[in-house]
């Protein structure tokens, strides 16, 4: 596993988690770093992304204003912070990276997971009260 994923946990609605990913044998900065989520019986979800080349970031509507993705070079980790919490965000959440995203101009993939090479182990998001 090149990417380790962790942070999920247990929240009541309202509340907030940070998800961390991190890799010690991938420079994220030279990537393009992704976060989905699959809740059981869907489909695998875009959250947000973050490339290294370019800066761009980009969030699923379902989470804009209440998600935030950052990065920590010095860490060589991506964080995705969850506020605001509601039952449907209730997921497990993975983080991926693309090489080829990486470098492409065109963004109207970003989101689309088979464009993603590597990808962590996943992360449990239960929000319920």
């Known amino acids: 596993v090149q990417l380790q994923a962790s942070g999920g946990g247990l929240v009541e609605p309202g509340g907030s988690l940070r998800l961390s990913c991190t890799s010690a044998?991938?420079?994220?900065?030279?990537?393009?770093l992704g976060w989905f989520r699959q809740a059981p019986g869907k489909k695998r979800e875009g959250v947000s992304y973050?490339?290294?080349?370019?800066?761009?970031?980009n969030y699923t509507d379902s989470v804009k204003g209440r998600f935030t993705i950052s990065e920590d070079k010095s860490k060589n980790t991506v964080y995705l912070q969850m506020n605001n919490l509601k039952p449907e965000d209730e997921a497990v959440y993975y983080c991926a990276s693309s090489t080829i995203l990486y470098y492409s101009p065109v963004h109207t993939q970003d989101f689309t997971p088979d464009l993603y090479d590597r990808w962590g182990q996943g992360t449990q998001v239960t929000v319920s009260s």
């Open positions: 973050i490339n290294g080349r370019d800066g761009r970031i």
């Open positions: 044998e991938i420079n994220l900065e030279e990537t393009h």
